[in-house]
């Protein structure tokens, strides 16, 4: 049987990885100093960015989430320029596969975006996320003030001291993100039928929204 899953889990991480490779052109204005940068907000609307193993899985988390308008799938957390997901696998870029949230703030509140962040994860799992390991899987949860950095440390905190075990999550000041391939963007739902969709990205997908329905969009809540 661990012989079986081994090859179950490689066929899987093989589905995902042999998507077509494209450069993306796209990026957010950042310095190179160690201080979070604050993303200006775009008509009432803020970003939040975090990284839990596949993008694809953690974009139609977010997706499906009241008051999100918009998630983007991306890279974010590493050392290099114009990252891809042919360079980022290889771990050597530092950089983890990440989404870019934007929210209304009114209606989601950042602090519920982190509630969301460690509820739909294995959060004790270090360098990946189910069948997804390696560094580019990592959790990751980036800050952009100290508002928000205090927030995401008590949440660990106290989910550590509940689970009685380390928490995984780096917490990280936000720098850069790089957006994905365009293929990667809104990849659960334009391929449904894709074998790592139906058997990790669908299956996290429904466990978080019966963990949280009363986070979800009316046409998601069914």
Same mark, same amino acid.
């Given at each position: 049987?661990?012989?079986?899953?081994?090859?179950?889990?490689?066929?899987?991480?093989?589905?995902?990885?042999?998507?077509?490779?494209?450069?993306?052109?796209?990026?957010?204005?950042?310095?190179?100093? &160690? $201080? #979070?940068? =604050?993303?200006?907000? %775009?008509?009432?609307?803020?970003?939040?960015?975090?990284? *839990?193993?596949? /993008?694809?899985?953690?974009?139609?988390?977010?997706?499906?989430?009241?008051?999100?308008?918009?998630?983007?799938?991306?890279?974010?957390?590493?050392?290099?320029?114009?990252?891809?997901?042919?360079?980022?696998?290889?771990?050597?870029?530092?950089?983890?596969?990440?989404?870019?949230?934007?929210?209304?703030?009114?209606?989601?509140?950042?602090?519920?975006?982190?509630?969301?962040?460690?509820?739909? &994860? $294995? #959060?004790? =799992?270090?360098?990946? %996320?189910?069948?997804?390991?390696?560094?580019?899987?990592? *959790?990751?949860? /980036?800050?952009?003030?100290?508002?928000?950095?205090?927030?995401?440390?008590?949440?660990?905190?106290?989910?550590?001291?509940?689970?009685?075990?380390?928490?995984?999550?780096?917490?990280?000041?936000?720098?850069?993100?790089?957006?994905?391939?365009?293929?990667?963007?809104?990849?659960?739902?334009?391929?449904?039928?894709?074998?790592?969709?139906?058997?990790?990205?669908?299956?996290?997908?429904?466990?978080?929204?019966?963990?949280?329905?009363?986070?979800?969009?009316?046409?998601?809540?069914?």
């Amino acid at each position: 049987m661990k012989f079986l899953s081994l090859i179950f889990i490689i066929i899987l991480s093989a589905c995902k990885g042999n998507s077509q490779q494209k450069e993306s052109d796209h990026q957010h204005t950042t310095s190179a100093n &160690q $201080n #979070p940068i =604050q993303v200006a907000p %775009q008509d009432g609307y803020e970003f939040a960015y975090f990284a *839990s193993g596949c /993008f694809w899985c953690v974009e139609a988390i977010y997706e499906s989430v009241h008051g999100v308008k918009e998630v983007v799938s991306g890279y974010a957390g590493g050392h290099t320029k114009n990252p891809t997901y042919e360079s980022s696998n290889t771990g050597r870029t530092g950089h983890a596969e990440a989404v870019e949230v934007l929210y209304d703030p009114n209606i989601v509140s950042f602090s519920s975006l982190v509630d969301i962040y460690f509820g739909s &994860q $294995n #959060p004790t =799992q270090t360098n990946g %996320q189910g069948p997804d390991r390696g560094s580019q899987y990592r *959790s990751i949860i /980036f800050y952009q003030n100290e508002a928000q950095k205090e927030i995401i440390i008590k949440k660990k905190t106290k989910l550590s001291q509940k689970l009685n075990s380390t928490i995984a999550a780096e917490v990280l000041p936000f720098h850069k993100f790089w957006v994905a391939e365009a293929y990667h963007q809104d990849y659960e739902k334009r391929n449904p039928s894709n074998s790592y969709i139906q058997n990790v990205s669908i299956p996290r997908l429904k466990k978080f929204q019966s963990k949280f329905p009363e986070l979800l969009k009316k046409s998601n809540s069914h």
